[in-house]
């Protein structure tokens, strides 16, 4: 089917392999700054948003609508649906976010399992799939590509990697170098006592919703082009594999987060080509997971929590 | 409640004070007879396609009725119930295929199949608590889905996952029911008397000994550790019987439609079943019957019977889940009741006030 030309390393096949190393990493990218637009959430206001991809599919079917049925230039189409992540996550944030503040992470996280829910709901309705009917939402730097290194790319897979890779880097920067960031890692540590010292809290946790926000929007933006069509339910559970990331840095660390994101989307595209394993390859970011979590409570023997209520 | 016991009266002491029978259990023992009554003679004579809905209610009440176990008694949250119903579907149809087990005792085999999947997955993930078990399960969920698109259900094939691309459609049998319970009224009889087993069982757990160190658990794990509690064995007690649950609900459903396909479940069914546990109450067992009319009764009525979009089902799940988070821990079954008593006594009130003021004037 394919030549043997390629170089072969412990029997495997690189030649044959590279176009779904492209894909896996760009993938990864999405799945990547997703992860980290979690983990900075997390770090700042407790709460795990389990509603980010469905933010970003509401996002990605908004710019679909606009795209397809009104002849509003292109451009708008993708900045309303970034900005619709931000606008969303803020709403949630500033209306329930103070409500759930004193709460258990747990009851955080259902909350947003609640926006989930709604959001999910209202797709459903608004734009229902049936039969063999896809949308699709093609990017224009998608039809640009080039050779790297004897594997066709195109820009919106390297835009994935770059906005992934830049964006964990400056986010890095600025929770260590600005007063914002230095507000959001003294919030994690401890609220009340952050509140106390005049720090503005609920401005600044709205700051992290919104910027969370833009990150769900700008991934749900990426994800239908990379995956080829633009189906909410595999967009919303975008948030799994984000998950995953988070998990593999410990919800904590960027780096390691994006380390996780790009393993997470390399493992589900190289098993892509192996008819044995390719039915399996989705449970690629679940599997990840739960071995993350499990490495993670190695040590854990009583746990000390707050009643669930 | 606690009665002051004497050595010597030792079981039937404590018996006595498990199941009191002060005025308080005879009204709750009457109204759960009279609901039973309606429930097994009443509902079926509506219409056909209700009494499918109902058997539906059922079987759901009985899923959330093990996941309410686990959250409110003993503060550990699965996301992953419905991968236990798939597991017990699936481990049931496989059977059904293979042997010709009378019904009961597939029940059981199932249940049994179920809690001890349950257990393997609750084993490692014991050590977790709050939101990292929420999001073990959650992933274990996702990758029994996976697993479950790809092998899909057992149709009469040969081999480990019975399945086959040329079914013999003649030789299909479904998974039987039983045969006392052939048709939809009967198996609908025969799941809400099942259920009521289950709530039972669900009664006998929390009134008795494992319920205690359940709440000491869940009111504070190091207390139960100090005060001598178990709570490996405790907490894996739960999901043993909550995975038992689904299991036998999975068996349930899976006499109810026949032969099961893959597409009937999703993984965002996680997700509403844990909103409608919540909406409907952890903290009663009567929350998982409102749990169950929540999950299957509303879509039923929003399509069928008032041809309204059912995706609005899911706005309202997710609009309740952060309702019963905010402001009402208890579910409807909690809330419900306490309203209706505030209406009571508010309506009292101004009854109270018209005729005094009629009278002043």
Known sequence: ???????????????????????????????????????????????????????????????????????????????TCVAFGGVVNLAYGLLFGPAFAARDPLVKMMGTLGLALILLGIMAWRAPVGGAFARFLPLPSSSHTFTL?????NWTQVIALAFALVLTAVTTAFLRYTNLGTAYRAIANDREITATLGVPVRRVEASAWFGSGLVAGAAGLLLPDLITSLDYAALTFLVIAALAAALIGRLQSLWVTFAGGLAVGLAQALFAPYASLARYRSAAPFVLAILALLWLSRHRVVTITRTAR | MAASRTPGQGAAAAARATFSLDRGSIVRGLAIAVFLAIAIFFLPTIGADWTTTFTSVAIYSVITLGLGLLYGRVGLISLGQVALLVIGVWTSTRLSFATDLPFPVLLLVTGAITCGVGVLIGLPAIRLSGLYLALITLMAAGAVNVVLVAINFPNGGGGFTGRTDTPDLSGLKPVARPSIAEGDTAYYRYVVVVAAVMFLVALLHVRGKPGRAWAAIRESEPAALAAGVNIVLYKLWAFALASFMAGVAGCLLAAQVGQPTAQSFQTQDSLTLLATTLIGGIFSLWGAVVAGCFSQLLPFLFQVQWGINPNFVLILFGAGLLQVLLTAPGGLAQQF?????????????????????????
């Not at chain 1, 030649?15 to 637009?37: H, M, Q």
């Open chain 1, 1 to 79: 089917m394919h030549s043997v030309v390629g170089f072969a390393v412990f029997g495997v096949d690189w030649e044959f392999l590279k176009p779904y190393i492209v894909l896996g990493l760009a993938l990864g990218g999405v799945y990547a700054l997703s992860g980290v637009g979690i983990v900075v959430l997390y770090q700042a206001t407790g709460v795990l948003n389990l509603a980010f991809g469905a933010i970003g599919a509401c996002g990605a079917l908004i710019a679909y609508w606009m795209i397809n049925h009104t002849s509003w230039p292109h451009w708008l189409a993708y900045v």
């Open chain 2, 337 to 361: 009741p306490k309203d209706m008593a505030n209406l009571g006594r508010l309506v009292w009130r101004g009854v109270g006030k018209v005729t005094g003021g009629g009278s002043g004037s």
């Open chain 1, 149 to 153: 290194f004897g594997a066709f790319v």
